[in-house]
């Protein structure tokens, strides 16, 4: 049992590192001026999406990953935990790494000062474009609703679909901020791998205090 613990919080910490160290990369390229990869590679070939049909379609997933759109999902995700389950540690985590996710993502945009390919505030992209604060934020408040939702179901297909929903529907929002042209590709990038960061940390985080405090 406790190998099979370790093995498992050993993986984990691996593919944190390996997000920091993707994260690191991508900073480095930007503050240096060199270009990359991903960028000159999945740009053109996205926005030649730029059909009406995606446009519209895509749109609706950008506003997933708004702010409004989060704050929809919060506080129903925060009245869902309340009625139904009184877990009361989960909501006030949540409510710390979705916030700690945008101040953060506000923080580093500042730092890093990268300017966005077009500024659209239609689309909420306004200021700088290093994260993206849509693929930072979304995974983190889409993915810990996902591990609440698993948390209350049982059998493991249904377990993956929510997994598979909640993957896809990050997907879709980052992908939104490159066919409508306001974020780079490594923007996104860079957002998944912090985004990813954090969740990680605020899921262990709530499982400790959950640990520590319901004994």
């Given amino acids: 049992m406790y ?5 498992k919080h050993t993986y984990l910490g691996a593919f944190c590192m390996l997000l920091l160290f993707l994260f690191g990369i991508i900073v480095s390229k930007i503050m240096n001026k060199e270009p990359l990869v991903v960028d000159e590679v999945l740009k053109n070939q996205l926005q030649s999406f730029q059909s009406e049909g995606a446009i519209t379609f895509f749109s609706y997933f950008t506003e997933m990953g708004a702010e409004a759109g989060i704050i929809l ?6 009245i869902w935990l309340w009625i139904k389950r009184r877990d009361y540690i989960s909501m ?5 790494s979705v916030v700690g996710a945008q101040l953060l993502n506000k923080i580093i945009k500042e730092g890093v000062a990268r300017e966005r390919p077009s500024i659209q505030e239609a689309v909420d992209a306004i200021g700088y474009s290093f994260p993206s604060g849509h693929a930072m934020v979304g995974v983190v408040m889409y993915g810990f609703v996902a591990f609440l939702m698993i948390q209350g179901i049982a059998g493991k297909t249904k377990q993956a679909a929510v997994a598979v929903c909640a993957a896809v529907l990050v ?5 939104s901020r490159i066919v409508l042209s306001v974020h780079y590709p490594s923007d996104v990038l860079g957002g998944y791998c912090l985004g990813g ?3 990680v940390s605020f899921l262990y985080l709530n499982y ?3 640990v520590r405090f319901k004994k």
Avoid: D, E
């Avoid at 006030?92 to 710390?96: A, G, K, Q």
């Fill in 92 to 96: 006030i985590i949540l409510v710390v």
């Fill in 73 to 78: 999902v919060l506080i129903l995700t925060l």
């Fill in 3 to 7: 190998k099979k613990l370790f093995n």
């Fill in 208 to 210: 400790f205090l959950h």
């Fill in 197 to 199: 960061l954090l969740l």
């Fill in 171 to 175: 997907i879709l929002i980052g992908l």
